[in-house]
């Protein structure tokens, strides 16, 4: 399989798995990818944040939110997402596959912030923010 690189600055991404999810992290910046769905599992895996060893400051140093990013995976258009509880996280999405690139940090506050709630309730704080 041919390795993927970092969508923001090129480094060959290392593989690991983490409580059966496949993770690929750059060592250059601290970014994660996940494919499709990964993060979701990811995050409600108790310690998961331990995946995101970046800080907060490098991956802010590496954002460059004016480039057209594209998949690491499969090279579609990355889009530039908001967390809707959490509206200080931003992370790329890939347009056809769906997979996430989080900067370094980004992880830990996805994940700090995660409640498991029900659909319901998501839909409600989307439609009603001051509700929780």
């Given at each position: 399989m041919k390795p993927i690189t970092c969508p923001k600055c090129r480094a060959k991404l290392e593989s690991f798995v983490y409580q059966g999810i496949e993770i690929d992290r750059c060592p250059k910046c601290a970014g994660i990818w996940l494919d499709s769905l990964e993060a979701e599992r990811l995050k409600?895996?108790?310690g998961?944040?331990?995946?995101?060893?970046?800080?907060?400051?490098t991956?802010?140093?590496c954002a460059c939110s004016e480039k057209e990013l594209k998949c690491p995976?499969?090279?579609?258009?990355m889009i530039r997402m908001l967390d809707i509880d959490l509206y200080a996280i931003w992370y790329e999405q890939c347009?056809?596959?769906r997979g996430i690139w989080f900067d370094a940090g980004?992880?830990?506050k996805f994940k700090q912030n995660f409640q498991p709630k029900s659909i319901f309730d998501r839909t409600?704080?989307?439609f009603n923010p001051k509700q929780k």
């Open positions: 409600m895996i108790q998961s944040e331990s995946v995101d060893i970046g800080v907060s400051a991956g802010m140093s995976k499969c090279h579609a258009k347009s056809k596959c980004e992880f830990k409600v704080r989307v």
